[in-house]
């Protein structure tokens, strides 16, 4: 379980930090079983100025057999984001933008989905509006920019709970 901790140091400015380390044992095709030993460390933040919300994070992670194969290197990967997040004061409508960036020393991610896998870099920038219909219904439309496949996604949709 991931240690996060987290404190609004002023009015409008939270910081926190995490940390975790775990061990998962497994067995490559042929291999004996081995420990993987992972550790990531990491920081987030969030600014708040009146109907702008900003927040970024930022995660580093090592495993030392990460595909539990006897005498492989260790995989380092850092990753995080920046969103801005735009809700005017008594409006139903709301604006984002997103940015996300993660790099691996070793071609071991499958970040999208559908997408190739096996790679070693994601880098994305999203924007997108949405309205909320009610308390547990909104409609939205993103475009997204996937910056490693030079390829634009385009979403429409609605998101509900009860």
């Known amino acids: 379980m991931p240690l996060p901790l987290t404190r609004d140091l002023i009015p409008g400015l939270r910081l926190g930090l995490l940390g975790y380390r775990g061990q998962q044992d497994g067995a490559a095709p042929g291999q004996p079983t ?3 030993t992972m550790w990531m460390v990491g920081g ?4 708040d100025i009146g109907p702008v919300q900003v927040n970024a994070q930022y995660v580093h992670r090592e495993d030392d057999l990460p595909t539990f194969t006897v005498g492989e290197p260790t995989a380092m990967t850092d990753g995080g984001f920046a969103e801005v997040l735009l809700r005017p004061t008594g409006s139903r409508w709301y604006g984002i933008a997103l940015y996300n960036r993660i790099v691996s020393s070793r071609p071991l991610l499958d970040p999208r989905m559908g997408g190739p896998a096996g790679v070693d870099r994601y880098e994305t920038l999203t924007g997108g509006a949405g309205y909320l219909v009610r308390r547990n219904f909104r409609l939205y439309g993103e475009v997204t920019e996937d910056f490693d496949l030079d390829a634009t996604t385009f979403t429409l949709g609605f998101t509900t709970a009860f």
């Open 34 to 36: 081995v420990t993987n």
């Open 44 to 47: 987030d933040g969030t600014i």
